[in-house]
């Protein structure tokens, strides 16, 4: 069995917000876990020591976006031992690339941490739309969308990260990145979570993602549990994720 994470949007290095909870993981069920490069936020696959490298690694040289992410998905899980071998965790908008990436027969499970889950047709920003407090986005130039605002650590912790301690409120707020617009624009073609155990974190305390939309797609998963937590616990509360991934480990 493994543990595959996939971060939200807006941010690098997955393995850093996901190490928390894969230590504590491997600790106590022996699972080792690894973390997807996303593309569409510039990153390619991990190299020789695991560590995600910047740059651009779509699957043709051309697609960008979800259709990227996806792709990148789908290779990963290509790399399991068998079928039913690969737990996906996926966060926020890894969701999406979830939804993308389609039905594949490694994945045996699906923790969905404050995440969407979205029918065919819906594209990220739709899906976004609905939200009464919407993350501020802007133009980064070259076909990205940024975070808008303030944009230094306080801010982020405040929005993302105010159950976490200081320093790991500057730690995260220094892996934002800006990503590809067609993440947010292009439509889903597949719903991978369809037909699929999974369940559903809802992050009670969440200020990104609002919990009423949460509880929305909560409803299509499996089963959902409510934390109270913010939008990574993960980061800030490992123990409580654990305890999820042991019912299933």
């Known amino acids: ?19 928390p ?12 876990s690894r973390s ?4 569409s936020c510039g990153e390619r696959p991990a190299d020789g ?7 651009s690694d779509a699957a043709d040289g051309t697609t960008t976006g979800l259709v990227a992410d996806a792709a990148a998905l789908r290779r990963a899980l290509d790399e399991a031992s068998g079928p039913g071998e690969v737990i996906v965790v996926a966060h926020s908008y890894g969701g999406t690339v ?9 994945v045996a499970h699906l923790l969905l941490v404050s995440s969407y889950l979205p029918d065919v047709g819906l594209s990220q920003g739709a899906v976004m739309g609905g939200e009464t407090d919407p993350v501020p986005l802007g133009d980064a130039g070259a076909g990205r969308l940024g975070l808008v605002g303030e944009l230094d650590a306080p801010w982020f912790g405040a929005r993302f990260l105010q159950d976490g301690t200081p320093e790991q409120q500057r730690e995260a707020f220094s892996r934002v990145v800006p990503q590809d617009a067609a993440s947010f624009t292009t439509p889903t073609t597949r719903a991978g ?11 009670a305390d969440d200020r990104s993602t609002s919990v ?3 509880r929305e797609h909560a409803a299509r998963a499996t089963r959902s549990v409510e934390l109270p937590t913010g939008h990574h616990p993960f980061v800030t509360r490992p123990d409580l994720v654990v305890e999820q991934l042991r019912a299933f480990a």
């Open 1 to 19: 069995m493994d543990i595959l994470f996939v971060h939200g949007a807006l941010v690098r290095d997955g393995r850093w917000w996901w190490r």
């Open 21 to 32: 909870t894969a230590e504590l993981a491997e600790a106590e069920t022996g699972i080792r």
């Open 36 to 39: 997807l490069a996303l593309p």
């Open 49 to 55: 020591r695991g560590d995600v490298r910047a740059g």
């Open 98 to 106: 979830v939804a993308e990436a389609g039905a594949h027969p490694a």
């Open 193 to 203: 979570w369809k037909g699929v155990d999974s369940t559903y974190l809802v992050c």
């Open 212 to 214: 009423g939309l949460q």
